[in-house]
């Protein structure tokens, strides 16, 4: 049983395009992020919602923006796609917000920009 | 900006060698802590965790590290084997950002045969 699943696992589009990467965690919890790493293998935050609730937003450009239909799932929309947004993403979750647990990631979505 | 980091990218150790993965931090609010091992194609996969409240963690073969005095935390990797060739990272959060989680650089540990 996968406990953080995303899809697709690659995605190759153009330049300009809008895409989605969906994200679906079976572990209950209530907190999910999204996490980008570049090509230098570094993690970073993108965002951080609590049952459905953004609570965290670095400074990413709007063109990327996330939604939590329920709270098992939070699903990446990017606009108007562009060659820097070649990346990893990653979703995760964890069991609280307040009280520090680890978060479980799913295996990534490889987003190529041509 | 405040951030997590690691000293060496690249550690090659011989199987059956310890292994000793190093990372320094920057925020005096780090108040939680965690290695996460990162295979090829894979997500991170926790290791181990340690709190403020501690200054060491052992699990099965792998010990973890914290010195607060010096912002150093480190992973101790026993009897090493092929299969921890993957990168490791360290990651740090404080209850005041939400269980964010700020990552360092990664190290890339190899395990030759």
Redesign the interface.
């Known amino acids: 049983d996968t406990a953080?699943s995303q899809t697709p696992k690659y995605l190759v589009t153009q330049m300009g395009n809008d895409k989605s990467i969906k994200c679906e965690q079976n572990l209950g919890h209530d907190?999910m992020?999204w996490y980008k790493q570049d090509s230098?293998?570094?993690?970073?935050?993108m965002f951080?919602y609590?049952n459905k609730e953004l609570?965290?937003n670095e400074t990413v450009p709007n063109r990327f923006s996330p939604k939590s239909p329920d709270k098992a799932h939070l699903n990446l929309h990017i606009n108007s796609l562009e060659l820097g947004d070649s990346a990893v993403y990653?979703c995760?979750s964890?069991q609280?917000?307040?009280?520090?647990?680890?978060?479980?990631?799913?295996?990534?979505t490889r987003l190529t920009v041509v | 900006g405040e951030s997590v980091g690691l000293h060496l990218p690249t550690l090659s150790v011989q199987e059956g060698d310890n292994s000793i993965i190093n990372c320094a931090y920057s925020n005096s609010a780090s108040d939680y802590f965690i290695w996460y091992k990162q295979e090829s194609g894979k997500g991170p996969q926790f290791i181990i965790d340690i709190r403020s409240n501690m200054d060491k963690r052992q699990g099965q073969r792998v010990t973890v590290l914290l010195n607060k005095t010096v912002k150093h935390l480190s992973l101790q990797i026993a009897a090493t084997q092929p299969g921890d060739s993957a990168v490791y990272f360290c990651a740090e959060s404080h209850n005041n950002a939400g269980n964010m989680l700020t990552f360092g650089g990664g190290t890339r540990l190899m395990v030759k045969p």
């Open positions: 953080v907190t992020y230098k293998k570094f993690l970073k935050i951080s609590n609570i965290i990653f995760a964890s609280e917000l307040r009280e520090n647990t680890e978060a479980f990631f799913g295996q990534g």
